[in-house]
């Protein structure tokens, strides 16, 4: 495989982990615009709930809005040089979930090897640095999508409780 192929091969796994990057982000901000939304519904006049189910609903869905916040806040050192995870054999080398648990060498020495079929080459430098930043944005997207469970959870979790506390004060 010649170099521009190779690095073709690269960017276009960059251009892959950063759509999920970018939906993780637009998850988050759904997430953060419905509880937004609830806390308005709570909130109407003509809502009546118990003062002490709006406080439950209010720090649930305030716990939501919080941990996706979270997910945006910047990340300035991404250690790319080690790994996060045991590798399987199954991995997949063009998911972001699979990609985030591999080092830099380990994830090129494994693209080489079963994508390239070149075992033990030696990379270029742009290659590297393009394998670097997959890895870093892999990990970052992988951090929001651990958020994005828990803030789900959280969102669901107090979305199913408005009703009941509904029924119970009506």
């Known amino acids: 495989m010649k170099k521009k192929e190779r690095i073709s091969f690269y960017e276009k796994s960059l251009d892959r982990v950063n759509a999920w990057l970018q939906f993780a982000e637009a998850k988050h901000a759904a997430a953060i615009a419905f509880s937004i939304a609830a806390l308005a519904v709570i909130y109407e006049e003509r809502i009546e709930l118990y003062l002490s189910f709006k406080i439950l609903l209010t720090v649930g869905y305030v716990i939501s809005i919080s941990i996706s916040l979270a997910s945006f806040l910047p990340v300035f050192q991404i250690d790319t040089e080690s790994e996060q995870g045991g590798h399987l054999e199954e991995d997949n080398m063009f998911y972001w979930k699979d990609v985030c648990k591999y080092s830099v060498d380990s994830f090129m020495e494994r693209v080489n090897r079963e994508i390239f079929d070149k075992p033990g080459r030696s990379p270029k ?39 009941i506390f509904l029924f119970i004060t009506a």
């Open 125 to 163: 430098k742009v290659e590297k640095l393009l394998a670097k930043e997959i890895i870093a944005n892999a990990r970052i997207a992988n951090r929001k999508y651990m958020l994005f469970r828990y803030s789900i959870f959280t969102l669901v979790f107090v979305t199913v409780l408005l009703p």
